[in-house]
């Protein structure tokens, strides 16, 4: 037996790969479409870190930096209109005690 296939078994169900759910994907989408405007390094890798994410969590935690980006390129009242745009799509995403803070 090779080595690494001695912990696979008893690694938890939740460390194997799958694709993501349909409605995150919906989120990626949109956080995407806020940066369609944006330019530049910076923003590149953030578009690199929202196509991988897995979770509605990862997609969560990216929003400060997303805000930053638009800020940046465009205006403060631009970010906090498109970010506070996304927040019902989050709702439908998060677990329930999450939810309850956004």
Known sequence: MDPWKQWLPSCP???RLRPPE???EAV????LAVLED???TECDRLRWRLHTAERPQELWLLRDQIFQ???AQHCLELAH???DGLLTAF?????AA???RV
């Open 13 to 15: 169900p939740d460390w």
């Open 69 to 71: 980006v638009v800020a």
């Open 91 to 95: 709702r439908s995403v998060l677990p």
């Open 98 to 100: 999450m939810a309850r």
């Open 28 to 31: 990626r989408h949109q956080l």
């Open 38 to 40: 944006c330019h530049g």
């Open 22 to 24: 349909a409605a995150v």
């Open 81 to 83: 209109e498109r970010i």
